[in-house]
């Protein structure tokens, strides 16, 4: 009698599976991950890694971020003072925008994240990652 109810549940996700395919040739997309990883643009860096600025003045720690989730983002300056911020990440892994909101910490500029409306454009090639606060000021990151 197991071995009756195994192989109606064998034939019973099968079906399952062949129906979720359909005919037309589609893919079956299963987000497992509930999108928490991210897949780089090129060969290189994923935009969910940590990330330090060029001229080795701070870094940002994106690890814990997800597209579309509020989470807390660290920047840490080479002095060791921090800002952690909330950000909402949107778009893909080459290209997007951020918002940082609730901004403290004990870096002394800190609060002027949230001052400038916390909005930033974001680009990443696998091997850098540009944010740019306003057309004139923008970060890179390797």
């Not at 195994?6 to 037309?24: F, H, N, P």
């Not at 916390?118 to 944010?131: D, F, H, P, R, V």
Request: proline share 1%; charged share 10%.
């Amino acid at each position: 009698m197991g071995m009756k109810f195994a192989k109606l549940i064998l034939a019973s996700a099968a079906a399952l599976l062949l129906a979720a395919c359909g005919t037309g040739g589609g893919t079956l997309d299963l987000k497992v991950d509930n999108n928490t990883t991210s897949t780089p643009p090129a060969q290189g860096k994923v935009l969910f890694s940590l990330w330090m600025e060029t001229g080795n003045l701070y870094q940002i720690d994106l690890r814990n971020s997800q597209f579309g989730v509020t989470s807390n983002v660290t920047l840490t300056t080479f002095t060791g003072q921090n800002c952690i911020c909330q950000m909402l990440i949107q778009g893909t892994d080459a290209a997007g925008q951020a918002t940082l909101s609730n901004c403290a910490g004990s870096y002394s500029n800190c609060a002027q994240f949230n001052s400038t409306g916390g909005s930033a454009t974001y680009t990443n090639n696998g091997t850098t990652l540009q944010i740019c606060a306003a057309v004139n000021s923008c970060d890179t990151f390797n």
